[in-house]
């Protein structure tokens, strides 16, 4: 049982580049989310997702955009990078259902743009 | 909107003392999840303690336990007997209670020292 994958683990962008951060659970979860985490910071929320088709944004969005084709896949894409969006960024999901549960995180993914 | 503050950046405590980290929210819901995780160096986001909203009791889990103020919206988190293993970065969590609009914010952080 995998959990929750990221790709990649590092990444060094220049200025104006584009990626694709990927992000799949294998655990038949409904609600997915992207984090950001800045150096010495807390966790803010990108995009976040209740299902497959259905996204929404998150309290930093501006920059990235998300899709949501199967339950499985949550993949977060940068258009255009830029130094501010130096940071690590963490997938994570959660089952449906049952609103206590904890958060299963990837490993994350540390980005630096230059 | 909602919102989760943490206002210490950093705290120290003695090893086997006893430590306090704070926690407030701002949210117009009733029902809600409120999360105290864990990050170690290893970057892992580990789960504490959580409380339901709904619950007047305060939850516990070993030496970690939670004083929760539902009016006052407040949510610390309480470290009894601290060990050299507690020092991380800690971060208190709030989830809506579902549906469409199931977000789940993060406060800033405290770094939790642990003087041996």
């Known amino acids: 049982n995998a959990g929750v994958t990221q790709t990649p683990k590092f990444r060094i962008l220049k200025i104006g580049q584009s990626m694709t951060l990927q992000c799949t659970q294998d655990?038949?979860?409904?609600?997915m989310y992207w984090y950001r985490q800045d150096p010495g910071m807390g966790l803010k929320l990108i995009y976040y997702s209740v299902g497959a088709g259905i996204t929404d944004k998150g309290e930093v969005p501006n920059g990235y955009n998300v899709s949501r084709s199967t339950t499985e896949d949550f993949p977060l894409r940068l258009e255009l990078a830029a130094p501010s969006q130096t940071s690590v960024y963490f997938c994570?999901?959660?089952?449906?259902?049952?609103?206590?549960?904890?958060?299963?995180f990837g490993n994350g993914t540390r980005l630096t743009v230059t | 909107a909602q919102t989760v503050t943490q206002s210490q950046p950093e705290m120290s405590v003695q090893e086997a003392e006893t430590v306090t980290l704070s926690c407030t929210y701002d949210t117009s819901e009733s029902d809600y999840y409120l999360f105290w995780y864990k990050q170690p160096p290893s970057r892992q986001m580990i789960l504490v303690i959580r409380?339901?909203?709904?619950?007047?009791q305060n939850a516990t889990e070993n030496r970690f336990s939670v004083n929760f103020q539902k009016a006052a919206k407040s949510f610390s988190l309480k470290i009894s007997d601290s060990q050299l293993g507690d020092a991380a970065m800690y971060f208190c969590?709030?989830?809506?209670?579902?549906?469409?609009?199931?977000?789940?914010?993060f406060g800033k952080g405290t770094r939790l020292h642990i003087l041996p």
């Open positions: 409380q339901e909203a709904y619950k007047q």
């Open positions: 655990m038949n979860h409904n609600y």
């Open positions: 969590a709030y989830r809506t209670a579902g549906g469409r609009d199931d977000k789940i914010i």
């Open positions: 994570a999901s959660n089952p449906p259902g049952n609103y206590n549960s904890p958060l299963h």
